[in-house]
């Protein structure tokens, strides 16, 4: 994982910016949170999304964030997505997740994704394959809350103070 040790960022991205893997800030008990893909959000300059993620970290009594993606491309709009899975990036995102993963066994991770999940037939295929690597390191599922479709919520459409962890039962996404 990419740390600066002179920062509290941490901070994994492609070098022309076309993806990122990895943002957040240093924590022993982070709130880890699987978003779809990542928008413009990059160290001191963050999206109207993981500003509400870092103030739902401090509600909800965590010492740090990590905002992970089911797919690592960036994207303002989810329309924008490769049409086809890219599996040179996608296998570069498992191989950060599963830094993350190993850095935090047993940490529970967020679902938060919205219905954007089903934008590209390939999400679910990446999500399956993320779930899987979670399951080795006892990562338990949860979301702040889900939407008519089932899907957990994307946090701009949560109240900070209203909201809630609770289990996400991802099985049924994955099957």
């Not at 599922?141 to 994307?154: A, E, Q, R, Y």
Request: glycine fraction near 4%; charged fraction near 25%.
């Amino acid at each position: 994982m990419n740390v600066s040790e002179k920062t509290n960022w941490i901070y994994v991205n492609e070098d022309n910016n076309s993806s990122r893997y990895v943002l957040g800030e240093k924590g022993s008990n982070p709130l880890i949170v699987f978003g779809v893909n990542p928008s413009t959000a990059e160290p001191n300059n963050l999206d109207k999304t993981l500003t509400k993620i870092k103030k739902m970290m401090i509600h909800h009594s965590f010492d740090g964030w990590i905002m992970l993606n089911i797919y690592p491309q960036r994207a303002t709009n989810p329309k924008g997505l490769d049409k086809e899975l890219s599996f040179l990036i996608h296998k570069r995102n498992l191989v950060e997740i599963k830094k993350v993963l190993e850095k935090y066994p047993n940490q529970p991770v967020v679902a938060a994704w919205g219905n954007i999940i089903t934008i590209r037939s390939y999400l679910i295929e990446c999500l399956r394959e993320i779930f899987d690597m979670s399951k080795e390191y006892g990562n338990d599922w949860l979301c702040f809350d889900t939407n008519l479709s089932g899907n957990p919520k994307h946090p701009l459409y949560i109240s900070v103070n209203k909201s809630m962890l609770k289990i996400y039962e991802i099985e049924n996404e994955v099957k």
